[in-house]
Structures are given as structure tokens and as C-alpha cells.
């Protein structure tokens, strides 16, 4: 490969790093806007099945990242090796730094989006199921009355 080519490649595997990311920050945001909103007409099985299908979502972008960074960092190795001008463009030690930050965010941000779900959402079902209690009681007590 000539040098050019190299240097597409490189950045070309670090735009599909961040299109994986960007994804999940989509697909989580979703999540926590969708609990946030709707919690007490999420039912148990559905809200069961969101929370699977975000973990198989965030364990694929994770992966993704995981590949995407890695051929990155080899076509700079690549690069570097041959003695380029372009040579300043690589990160000189950063990128492992980089690539552990951004697995962290994304692994701490999965989970924490999924808590903050399901909090939402059992506090909400238990508000509804408390406010559902209330009404139908008091039907009762005017009855008694």
C-alpha cells in the first residue's frame, strides 16, 4: 500500500470507531428518553425485552469500537513504519489512552443507562400501581359514607 492509501484507511477506521459509538449513544438515548416518558405503559415482558435487545446493541457497538480502534492503530503502525511526513498526524501513545476511555465510557454508559431505565421505570410502575390502588378504594369509601 502506498502512503495515501494508509492514510484513508487510518481515518477511515476511525470514523467507523466513532459511527459505533455515535450509534450507541443513539440507541441509549432512546432507551433512557423512552423509559423516562412512557415507564408506567411499559409493561414488565416488553421493558425485559428493550433492556435485552440494548445489551446485545451495546455489547455490538463495544465490539465494533473494539475492532474499529484496533485497525486503526495497526494502519498507523503502518504508516509510521514508513517513515512519512504524515507521521505527526498519529497519535504518539495517546491512542491507547484513547481507545481505553472511550471503552469505559461506553461500558460505564450502557450500564448506567440501563439502570437509570429500569429505576424509572419500577418507580413509575409502583406510582401507577399505588395510583390505581387509591382509585379504587375510594369508590368504596364513598359508599360506606
Same mark, same amino acid.
Given at each position: 500500500?502506498?502512503? !495515501?492509501?494508509? !492514510? $484513508?484507511? #487510518?481515518?477511515?477506521?476511525?470514523?467507523?470507531?466513532?459511527?459505533?459509538?455515535?450509534?450507541? *449513544?443513539?440507541?441509549?438515548?432512546?432507551?433512557? &428518553?423512552?423509559?423516562?416518558?412512557?415507564?408506567?405503559?411499559?409493561?414488565?415482558? %416488553?421493558?425485559?425485552?428493550?433492556?435485552? %435487545?440494548?445489551? *446485545?446493541?451495546?455489547?455490538?457497538?463495544?465490539?465494533?469500537? !473494539?475492532?474499529?480502534?484496533?485497525?486503526? /492503530?495497526?494502519?498507523?503502525?503502518?504508516?509510521?513504519?514508513?517513515?512519512?511526513?504524515?507521521?505527526?498526524?498519529?497519535? $504518539?501513545?495517546?491512542?491507547?489512552?484513547?481507545?481505553?476511555?472511550?471503552?469505559?465510557? *461506553?461500558? *460505564?454508559?450502557? &450500564?448506567?443507562?440501563?439502570a437509570f431505565a #429500569?429505576?424509572?421505570?419500577?418507580?413509575?410502575?409502583?406510582?401507577?400501581?399505588? /395510583?390505581? /390502588?387509591?382509585?379504587?378504594?375510594s369508590p368504596n369509601?364513598?359508599?360506606?359514607?
Open positions: 500500500m502506498k502512503e !495515501i492509501d494508509f !492514510i $484513508q484507511a #487510518y481515518y477511515g477506521a476511525i470514523s467507523l470507531a466513532y459511527t459505533a459509538s455515535t450509534w450507541w *449513544l443513539t440507541v441509549s438515548t432512546a432507551l433512557v &428518553v423512552a423509559t423516562y416518558f412512557a415507564a408506567k405503559h411499559i409493561p414488565g415482558w %416488553l421493558f425485559a425485552t428493550t433492556i435485552a %435487545l440494548y445489551a *446485545l446493541t451495546a455489547i455490538s457497538a463495544i465490539y465494533e469500537l !473494539i475492532g474499529y480502534s484496533n485497525m486503526a /492503530e495497526n494502519y498507523g503502525v503502518h504508516l509510521a513504519a514508513l517513515q512519512a511526513p504524515a507521521q505527526s498526524a498519529i497519535s $504518539q501513545g495517546g491512542g491507547f489512552i484513547n481507545a481505553t476511555i472511550n471503552y469505559a465510557v *461506553l461500558v *460505564l454508559g450502557s &450500564v448506567s443507562a440501563a #429500569y429505576v424509572t421505570w419500577r418507580g413509575a410502575r409502583k406510582a401507577a400501581a399505588s /395510583e390505581h /390502588e387509591v382509585s379504587s378504594a369509601l364513598a359508599k360506606s359514607a
